[in-house]
């Protein structure tokens, strides 16, 4: 083609088509930014391009040490020591070099599209694993699946500037290169996985997973008798560099000496150094002495290790399993135990249907690349399958978790395509008997498709018609279904990222009668107002859901943010949302609380709002809090949640109740008020506020701004102070009304 | 009416108490320098004097005076002076601009006006107004004084309801204060409504008519007189206050492009808002929003050949604008991201792109000069900045720069701008004003030199930057970092370079078989099979020679890979033992190349051996049949051994094409 030796023209092939799969990935990323504009997205990214920010104005080392006093109020957030920096980092050193080499580019539009950025170099990681697995061609194919499979796009369209963004692709690389290491034995490749490994640890809290896999992985070799020195050589350099180096992150620190969840790992350590211990022995020693000296030391050291370890967690030095673990095993747990993080959805277990939303043709050929992975059972496919349980299973638990699964199923389905392709497509005939020239293996032929079905029709020519796998219609039979399924497939990748994943759930849009696109900002629209009309120290009470995005857009002190680490905290603004406006009064003075902001849908049917989360409020501040709150009281005697007529009178004295609905009536001018995500009419009943004054309510009603009243001079409560004042203006008022008639009556009479 | 009344009252008890405090202060300061000679002047008298005060506009007071002055002196006068209070001067006063004519219609002459002493007994700052000519005794001019004020006016009440109408009011002197005498002088008072709640009514005369009150005419006014004015009215426009307008533009030569930005940060100062925002309230009073002073949208006006037309602010893209472009202008109408009331801020960016055709001017004699024009400010029209910041980024390389001014700026400086692709960085001027009102979008001209070579700059240092890169990288592919060299992939390396001629004469050979094949074929089509021998005798000579290549290749490998590894070693046949077998008894790579290109040859040989016998079976049939008929037996066995040859030679050459593929992986 390019007049090349065909070996540098298909490499040259291999790096066009990878770099058009990158160019790919990026650019199918970027529907938001088109649709909307270059903007951060949904709530985590807020907070981690927030500290960004703090990184880049103020170097690396304040930012360790920065104490965040906008969030949890009166806590605050040492952020150097609770966070995964690695992203932040990350953009922060793309940033640093950009504007090094005189590219002034804004950390904003970094931030953007570091995601898209990091999928392009999945979709290489992804091309170089299964390349170890099988072949290019099926790396190529597991390239252009990773780049468009919906479940990893979920994560990382542009604006989604959040640690899975980056993370997926350490992860895929961090297991090539592990792959890469056992294979040749190799101490270099072993330290290069301990450095992504790094990496990884410093981006997401998922390296857990790399963690557990790669110590099982290599349980699982040893089991089956394939212990070798380059198993003992990759794993130990990793393992020792890559938990050093894991422990330089403030936010792990001695994690990896003392929790459960890095044990496996330093047990199989231990595990490969008897073993290797072992192997030196019977080396000097006969079989029959080998024999009693192998029990006796494989027992001690297993039952000294397992005590050791059973001490060391009753000792309290190793902390058992946290509550987010246990909630993997047991998907009733967090119900239970932890509402917080049951009430995040992307916390529930998985729906049958997303499995196939979010992989759709990959589902299906999922298994089949597993068993292909079973025929050839090299080491690596050993890695393969142990991945492909492990991360099904965890798929199943949390809808979450859905994203470390896509890159294994890509792995797979592209293993099972080429497989399929290859079966029938380089094999020319049956195998010619006739000739005796060494006759060429099969292996040599891979990858070049084209070429072989060309010779294929040329001897098809001369050779008398061939049957069964070899028969040109059974070939049509296999690439016609096989080019459709992967055109639908392409066409629903596109679909989905479209429709479902590139809303940046800041901005809203919707259709105006003429069709054209009318954006709903609402929720800008007031953080800016916050941001420019509220004193600078104002604490703002709020649901931890808009914590970050208050803090990052209106720069002003929280009370609770995203990051839940603090239950009783959130179950204390739980609990002032879901009393009556006397306790709560009480819960926001104790907090210095300012401004309160709620979300309400229902003037323009926006389903995500406060009155729809507010069963999770009540749930979570019942926890704590069970003398207070009752979440019985919420529920009419007939079971149901209700805003109407029938709600009960807690729900209607909630602070939230009223402040959601507070003159919402007068919209509809004496007409039936009625609350279009809920379909229920609000009684036209007027809402009296005495704790709090409406300050500000956006366009579309979606926030509402509350500011709290400052406490009554002479010590009465403030429903009391405020009727006491009523009254009496009313009465005034009524007499000099009344005063009024009778002179315009007096008047009329002249 | 009666707190209003009242505490304008004690207002002015309050100014009458200052009034007598500065009294003392100044008699004691003037009982100590005898006679301070800037105080009152007496080379010219203002004959007659018309001053207006226009308040139309709330964020910028206008006062416009119309001043007949006469030299009085024997000797003449050349200099006049105005006078300011000091505070007005250093916190409100934007613009003081003096127009010299010599009939009250004649044409124009504009006067310098500097900056002159301080009047530390009056606190008063006096400008010297420096005449076009020398006045003689009793001649007469006249003086249009143009002044712009901000800060001048303030809301009262300080707080009103969003339902209700903004008042304001404006405190101060019924009379012009002039170090001279006056012999007539009047005031006019504009207010934007005829609704005036109250002004005051002394010193006589005072009418009001509609939305204009008059002080005076008054005869005699003697120098720095002083009479209180007071005027309270309603305007429901919003005193908008800019506390800091940043204004950056690039100048793009290769794009004739001019990019501009501007930061605004807006406050609305006029009467704040007395309880909260409502919601409900607001759309239901929808109507009446002309009547209030929250501010909804804000008209912004851009050249009309404006592109790439931006509204942001920090948090992202406001989507509520509209852009219309009109023949002399492009309109931006934006809408903040909420409605702005008294006391709330609102902080914004736009920009746009605009062709440098109509700010750039090349020199026609010099071509490496341009004039560059731009107004120092625009866009948006009736407030006050209170600091302004103007930058502007010339191209790379331009030097020399010239500036003229329209008025003084508080700050020039020079600074360098690194943007995309820069080395040496762009020049950067900027500019620093405070106070700017509208009467400052006058254009800045900036003459610069940009030598055509500075155009080059920038591919030369990215072609630079990629021919380091690319060199680096062929640096980098031939350095060996290895600490123990590995035999075998020397080795490898080494054969690498045969590899490639050795894929060349491969195809040159299959190319020629080829060539051979359609020789036999277009003979055959042609009937002269006979010539075959002598048609293909050349072709043959090269296959021929081509295959001698091949094994002398294969040698020329074998050799160079033990000169290598053992250059010092002299005995060839130990050397080979060394390297055809390595310790595990597999052979070598070199060893195994060497047999594979010999199995190639040998694989070639016997193709072309085998299409030799098959063209010249069909050859002899050919013939045969020119002369007899062939009997059917023998011609269905000729038929039978051709097509055995043909698959062979299929066969053959698909291994071929494989072990070629085999010596170049």
Redesign the interface.
Known sequence: MLGL???SESAWLRVTVLSLIAILAFSTRLFSILR??S?IHEFDPWFNYRTTIELVENGYYNFVNWFDELSWYPLGRVVGGTVYPGIMVTAGLIHKVLNWL???IHIREVCVFLAPLFSAFTAVAAYLLTSEMKNTSAGLLAAAFIGIAPGYISRSVAGSYDNEGIAIFLLVYTFYLWIKAVKMGSAFYGAMTAIFYFWMVSAWGGYVFITNLIPLHVFALILMGRYSPRLYVSYSTFYIIGTISSMLIPFVGFQPTRTSEHMAALGIFGLLQIIAFVELIRSHLSANQFQILFYGLISGFFLLGLAGLVALTVGGYIAPWTGRFYSLWDTGYAKIHIPIIASVSEHQPTPWTSFFFDLQLLMVLFPAGIYFCFQELRDEHVFVLLYAGTASYFAGVMVRLMLTLTPIVCVAAAIAITTGLETFLTSTGPP?AA?A??S?TLD??KGKDAKAAK?VE??QK??PRVKGVWSWDAKLALIVPITIMLAQFAFHCTWVTSNAYSSPSI?LASRKADGSQH?I?DF??A???L???THEKAKIMSWWDYGYQITG?SNRTVLVDNNTWNNTHIATVGKAMSCSEDVSYEVMRKLDVDYVLVIFGGAIGYSGDDINKFLWMIRIGEGVYPKDVTERKFFTERGEYKVDEQATPTMKNSLMYKMSYY?FP??FGGGPAHDSVRGATIPNKPIKLTTV???????N?IVRIY?VKKPDNIGRTMSAASTFGKKRRRRVRKRTAARRSTAGRRRRQD | MLPHSRSTAMRLCLLTILAILSFTTATTASSAAAVDPTSVREDFINTNLHRILDLTNPSIMREHSTVVIKAVNDAGAKEYYLTVPAEISEKSLAVLEVEVRQSKNGEGVKAVVMKDKYDASRSAQLYKVKLPNHLKKDEVVYLIINAAYTNAVKPFPKEVTMKSMQHLEYQGNAYLWSPYRSERQKTTVRVPRDEVLRFTSQPEPVTKNGNVVTYGPYDNVEPYASGFLHVHYADPKAILVVKSLERKMEISHLGGNLAVQEDYELHHEGAKLKGHFSRVDYSFSQWNHHQTNVVKDLTITLPPDAKHVFYRDTIGNVSTSNLRHERQRSVLNIRPRYPVYGGWKYTWHHGYNVPTTSFLKRNTEHPSQFAFRIPFIGGLPNVTITKAVVSIVFPEGAKNFKIRKPFDMDRVSESTTYTYLDTTGRPTITFEKHNVVDEHSQPLLITYELPATSLLQKPFAVSLAFFALFALGAVYSRLDLSITKDPKAEQEQLLQTYRSTVDKLARAETRLVNNLASVFRSLKSEKRLAEYKDATADIEVKIKAGWAKLVDAAKQAENAVLTTIHPASSSPTTTTKATTTTLNGSLSPAATFAAQIRQLQRLQEQRLAKMRAMHEHIVRATTAKSDAKLDPAARKELESVVANLDREIEQLAEQIRVAGQKLVD
């Open positions: 030796s065909p070996s909307f504009e903007v005189n590219f002034p010619p000739v020239v060494s060429p040599e032929k010779s040329k001897k001369n050779a901005v954006i900002d800008r629209e953080y800016y107002w941001r420019q009309n857009m003159r007068e919209l004054d409406e300050v500000y309510t956006t366009e009603w500011q």
